[in-house]
């Protein structure tokens, strides 16, 4: 098994920055793609950023710009930088890793932007 643990989450002001980090336990071998997805009180759990084992990237509309997905193979650790932070960003963050043998979920880490 492979546990994902997320990092990074806090309370920041509007206009502000946070990275988060999402860390593998071990190697994982075979992934298609890695992921982090948000969950906003009251609403549904959303996409916000994926990255492929081939490198391509996609963003929500609403981040794009704004956020940034990276990973360092190295460290087993997938990123996501985000800039100028909105109240609207509020949310719990989780990392996501997926191949046809494995589904894999953080924990989730807290991202408050205050108003």
């Known amino acids: 098994q492979v546990q994902l643990v997320e990092s990074g989450g806090g309370l920041v002001q509007p206009g502000g920055s946070l990275r988060l980090s999402c860390a593998a336990s071990k190697t994982t071998f075979g992934f298609y793609a890695a992921g982090w997805y948000r969950q906003a009180p009251g609403k549904q759990r959303e996409m916000v950023a994926t990255?492929?084992?081939?490198?391509?990237?996609e963003y929500a509309d609403s981040v794009k710009g704004r956020f940034t997905i990276s990973g360092d193979n190295a460290k087993n650790t997938v990123y996501l930088q985000m800039n100028s932070l909105k109240p609207e960003d509020t949310a719990v963050y989780y990392c996501?890793?997926?191949?046809?043998?494995?589904?894999?979920w953080g924990q989730g880490t807290q991202v408050t932007v205050s108003s």
């Open positions: 996501n890793l997926v191949s046809p043998r494995y589904n894999y």
């Open positions: 990255i492929t084992n081939g490198g391509i990237r």
